[in-house]
């Protein structure tokens, strides 16, 4: 769990910090209440985890802490999954945009490596969302995108685009053109809301031979056309979880939206499908 300090809003309308964090594993919500004769008090909720980052953490120290320990076991046939999850304005989408892009920075490190240089290790990246039911690529001008199930019972995703990438410079202009694809919206409780669940995935292949630098795929779990993929890991920012009296929404199809993206049984499949083919989680 990571806690976010006040943002500007709410330290302007003088609001209270009401979220303690001790020893790094327990955290405290403090809830203001009355009593019957309305007298304030304020009632404790303790909630212990494996790990709580308070908000001193930098994004640094949050990669260091979850997705580095990983990194080393994607070369040895490991498929991983990162994902936050949390109301509208909890600081889901600052905490994971560095991530992957931290992340393809040690991949790259490690494919320079001779002993994966020599067996034609390659890394490529993809970019998709879900959106209303719906899948887009991010990077092929919101293209939509289908889902189906192939012969051995895998779910594969027809039509999404793959880039191969060979530095992090590339890694980063592809995640900024795909974030500036994604669907946001304005809400009570964030004025820049994503309003959509994006997946970016860094698979690592394995190549026979040298191929182009981009290409159609289907990125089916174990056997990818053009290399036999090695392990990858898959990032996925969720669209917020808020309850009605988080916002202010006085768009009706948009609060409705709000709260029902986490029932969509697309997103399920498909989040199902990238969470449960992956043997890590985090």
């Given at each position: 769990v990571r806690k976010r300090p006040l943002n500007k809003k709410e330290l302007a309308k003088k609001e209270d910090d009401v979220v303690t964090v001790?020893?790094?594993?327990?955290?405290?919500?403090?809830?203001?209440?009355?009593?019957?004769?309305?007298?304030?008090?304020?009632?404790?909720?303790?909630?212990?985890?494996?790990?709580?980052?308070?908000?001193q953490v930098t994004n640094d120290e949050v990669y260091r802490a979850t997705v580095e320990p990983i990194i080393p076991t994607i070369f040895e046939r490991t498929k991983a999954t990162c994902f936050a999850y949390g109301q509208t304005g909890s600081g889901k989408t600052y905490t994971m945009q560095p991530l992957p892009l931290r992340a393809a920075e040690d991949l790259v490190?490690?494919?320079?490596?001779?002993?994966?240089?020599?067996?034609?290790?390659?890394?490529?990246?993809?970019?998709f969302e879900i959106y209303g039911g719906k899948l887009y690529d991010l990077l092929s001008d919101r293209r939509k995108l289908c889902m189906r199930e192939d012969g051995r019972q895998q779910v594969c995703i027809v039509g999404l685009q793959e880039f191969e990438v060979f530095d992090v410079q590339i890694v980063k202009e592809f995640i900024e053109k795909g974030s500036a694809s994604r669907s946001t919206g304005s809400t009570g409780a964030n004025e820049e809301s994503s309003r959509s669940h994006a997946i970016l995935q860094l698979v690592v292949k394995k190549h026979n031979e040298v191929k182009e630098g981009k290409r159609n795929t289907n990125t089916d779990g174990n056997e990818a056309r053009?290399?036999?993929?090695?392990?990858?890991?898959?990032?996925?920012?969720?669209?917020?979880?808020?309850?009605?009296?988080?916002?202010?929404?006085?768009?009706?199809?948009?609060?409705?939206?709000?709260?029902?993206?986490?029932?969509?049984?697309?997103?399920?499949?498909?989040?199902n499908w990238i969470i449960i083919e992956n043997e890590k989680a985090l």
């Open positions: 001790t020893d790094n594993a327990y955290l405290t919500v403090h809830e203001p209440k009355l009593k019957v004769d309305l007298t304030a008090y304020v009632d404790k909720h303790e909630f212990c985890f494996d790990a709580v980052l308070d908000e490190r490690q494919l320079h490596q001779p002993v994966y240089r020599s067996q034609k290790y390659k890394l490529w990246l993809s970019y053009n290399g036999k993929v090695v392990g990858k890991i898959s990032f996925i920012d969720l669209a917020g979880s808020e309850r009605g009296a988080d916002t202010t929404d006085n768009d009706r199809q948009t609060r409705f939206w709000c709260i029902s993206c986490l029932s969509e049984p697309c997103r399920y499949i498909v989040l």
